[in-house]
């Protein structure tokens, strides 16, 4: 009964460089959600996902930010040319259909931009 | 806008003592969660504790309660008999429906010692 996966644990970039941050959810749970972590603060919401939708995205920057959730495979959420703000702790969450506030976490990935 | 306040950046408390943490939020919806969060070093999410709106009876979980005020909107956290497990940072956390969104919004967090 494997929980929320997110890898990799650890990523480090350069300025400039892409990263892909990868999130499989739980068994059996069709929405995700993408929270970040600054240092020092709580985790702020960037973006909600059903299967091949986007629901909510308010929380994400306009730019450089991208997130998707396939059909199949794990969401990913992409950032393009990293820049040193970008350094933070990047949590999924999952749940099932009809309990959207039992939000299940994954390990987190420590994004770190050099 | 939704918000979660956490007045206090840190706390102590004696082992096997009694400490509370405090979390008020400001939401206009009437049906919301409400959650603690507890960051271990590991960085690892753990729920503590979850509170519906809708139930007025507070939430316990083991040596975990909340004393939960909704006119108030205030949502504080009690750990009894305090363990050196307990030292971590805890965060409170009210889930929101909104335009057919779902989400957490959270506070900054307060980071628990326990001294021995």
């Known amino acids: 009964n494997a929980g929320v996966m997110q890898n990799p644990r650890h990523l480090v970039r350069r300025r400039g460089q892409e990263a892909r941050l990868r999130c499989s959810p739980m068994?059996?749970?069709?929405?995700v959600y993408w929270y970040r972590q600054l240092p020092e603060e709580g985790l702020k919401f960037m973006v909600y996902l059903q299967k091949e939708n986007i629901i909510d995205e308010s929380g994400m920057p306009k730019e450089r930010f991208s997130a998707e959730f396939p059909k199949e495979g794990p969401s990913i959420l992409r950032i393009q040319q990293v820049v040193r703000g970008d350094s933070a702790a990047y949590f999924c969450a999952s749940s099932r259909d009809g309990k959207p506030y039992e939000q299940y976490f994954g390990p987190g990935t420590r994004l770190t931009v050099t | 806008a939704q918000t979660v306040t956490q007045s206090q950046p840190e706390m102590s408390v004696q082992e096997a003592e009694t400490v509370t943490l405090s979390c008020t939020y400001d939401t206009s919806e009437s049906d919301y969660y409400l959650f603690w969060y507890k960051q271990p070093p590991s960085r690892q999410m753990i729920l503590v504790i979850r509170?519906?709106?809708?139930?007025?009876q507070n939430a316990t979980e083991n040596r975990f309660s909340v004393n939960f005020q909704k006119a108030a909107k205030s949502f504080s956290l009690k750990i009894s008999d305090s363990q050196l497990g307990d030292a971590a940072m805890y965060f409170c956390a009210c889930h929101i429906t909104q335009g057919g969104s779902e989400k957490l919004v959270f506070g900054k967090g307060t980071k628990l010692t326990v001294n021995p």
């Open positions: 068994k059996g749970h069709s929405h």
């Open positions: 509170q519906e709106a809708y139930k007025q």
